[in-house]
């Protein structure tokens, strides 16, 4: 590579990786904001939130590569005409090929760097994505160890420590524990979580556990006899013991008798309240959090984060196989025809400004016409790719696009196709322009 080209090769390519910087850190500034809670919740650090998060960068780089690549041509080229050079290098006997080898050359690898990230690298980042986040959301340990705060662990169990040291060990700790009918309260002065092969545990010191409920709320509903059934009640068991002429005397102690059960309900009633209520003090106590993990079997793992031998050949009882067969054959063709559109930007762009033209010329027209057209050819891949789910006949469709715009603008580059403007909408432009120059003179 000569010192012309690399001259034009070190242009392009610091433009285009100015660029992807920009906009990747750009929007993964405002993609991150979704993962806030990894560290308002979830108890991580800032450095664990930006390792995760950029898991999401290789995505991000291959969406915006070919935009980039385009920019980055229309700027070098741009450059370079506006000094004056293609005019010189045109003079001097180079053709626009040749002005355009060592872009040629930045495309190709730009191409082949989508293609790898498409294949393999972007899978990848989001299965790594998808387990860190996992990790996140299951480490039990640094969610439940916020001092000062009660944290909500599980529907009806809440936690808080007043204060973690160094080595981990959890002073003032409260625990309330309402999954269950019978709600426990655990207050200890010290604790300390322990992972072993059983499980997760937190081991209490010096506490007590408060337990309340369970069959009290069933005794206190119990519906109670009124005092006339009382009454009657009375009658009969004392009609039943003097048999033989004493029933007329059994309305008289019927009162005391009637008393007699509601007394006994009450007692009961209060009996089964202090069963029901109870209080136990421990000196060492175990408890299980392991439950609280969450579990990772059947999780849904999407085509896009398959490797690309599993999505060339899935087995038959995958979900998608089986509810949505498309979706493989979406994602294959997507990863594998990634690498063909950088080449078709580039190829706008060049079609459209490499031919030398001097500073009287203006490029206004021709950079008004490759934004639409690159516009026109990104729409037409989204709408190939949301078209493979439903209809493999759109498969060659999605190769053929960039092939085909990659063609038609080396022709014209070639200068066997001209592409201008109507002629009336030259003539308009001249006659304003001609009225401000007036104007301008005047």
């Keep these: 590579m000569g010192r012309l080209d690399r001259y034009i090769f070190s242009t392009a390519a610091v433009a285009f990786l100015g660029v992807v910087v920009v906009l990747a850190g750009m929007i993964w500034a405002t993609q991150a904001l979704r993962q806030l809670d990894l560290v308002t919740s979830q108890g991580q650090t800032i450095l664990a939130f930006i390792a995760i998060t950029s898991l999401t960068m290789p995505t991000l780089v291959l969406v915006i590569a070919p935009a980039a690549l385009f920019i980055a041509t229309a700027y070098t080229l741009l450059k370079l005409n506006g000094d004056s050079e293609i005019v010189v290098m045109a003079a001097a006997g180079m053709g626009p090929w040749r002005l355009l080898r060592?872009?040629?050359?930045?495309?190709?690898?730009?191409?082949?760097?989508?293609?790898?990230?498409?294949?393999?690298?972007?899978?990848?980042?989001?299965?790594?994505?998808?387990?860190?986040?996992?990790?996140?959301?299951?480490?039990?340990?640094?969610?439940?160890?916020?001092?000062?705060?009660?944290?909500?662990?599980?529907?009806?169990?809440?936690?808080?420590?007043?204060?973690?040291?160094?080595?981990?060990?959890?002073?003032?700790?409260?625990?309330?524990?309402?999954r269950e009918k019978e709600v426990s309260t655990y207050l200890a002065d010290r604790g300390q979580?322990?992972?072993?092969?059983?499980?997760?545990?937190?081991?209490?010191?010096?506490?007590?556990?408060?337990?309340?409920?369970?069959?009290?709320?069933?005794?206190?509903?119990?519906?109670?006899?009124?005092?006339?059934?009382?009454?009657?009640?009375?009658?009969?068991?004392?009609?039943?013991?003097?048999?033989?002429?004493?029933?007329?005397?059994?309305?008289?102690?019927?009162?005391?008798?009637?008393a007699a059960p509601a007394a006994d309900q009450k007692q009961g009633r209060s009996d089964s309240k202090a069963a029901n209520s109870s209080v136990v003090e421990f000196q060492r106590y175990a408890f299980d959090l392991s439950s609280l993990a969450p579990d990772n079997k059947g999780v849904d793992i999407k085509p896009m984060e398959r490797p690309l031998t599993y999505v060339m050949n899935p087995p038959p009882e995958d979900m998608y196989v089986r509810f949505f067969p498309g979706r493989y054959r979406e994602e294959l063709h997507k990863r594998l025809s990634a690498g063909l559109y950088p080449m078709a930007f580039f190829a706008i762009a060049a079609a459209a400004l490499a031919q030398p033209r001097t500073t009287r010329q203006s490029r206004g027209a021709a950079l008004t016409a490759i934004i639409p057209a690159m516009g026109l050819v990104q729409i037409g891949n989204f709408a190939i790719a949301g078209q493979l789910k439903a209809n493999a006949a759109a498969v060659p469709l999605i190769y053929a696009l960039p092939v085909v715009t990659v063609i038609i603008c080396a022709m014209v580059l070639q200068g066997w196709i001209r592409l201008a403007p109507p002629a009336a909408l030259t003539a308009f432009i001249d006659s304003i322009r001609a009225r401000f120059s007036r104007r301008a003179a005047a």
């Design 193 to 258: 979580i322990v992972e072993s092969k059983a499980g997760i545990f937190l081991v209490l010191e010096n506490g007590s556990i408060h337990r309340r409920g369970g069959d009290l709320w069933k005794t206190e509903a119990t519906p109670q006899p009124t005092p006339e059934e009382a009454r009657a009640a009375a009658r009969a068991k004392l009609a039943a013991q003097n048999s033989g002429g004493q029933a007329a005397k059994a309305s008289e102690p019927a009162a005391p008798a009637a």
């Design 102 to 178: 060592p872009l040629i050359l930045l495309a190709i690898l730009v191409s082949l760097f989508c293609s790898s990230l498409a294949v393999h690298v972007v899978p990848a980042s989001l299965t790594s994505f998808r387990e860190q986040v996992t990790k996140v959301r299951a480490d039990v340990v640094s969610f439940v160890a916020q001092p000062g705060r009660f944290v909500n662990l599980t529907q009806g169990l809440v936690f808080h420590v007043r204060e973690r040291s160094a080595n981990g060990v959890m002073r003032g700790i409260f625990i309330n524990d309402a």
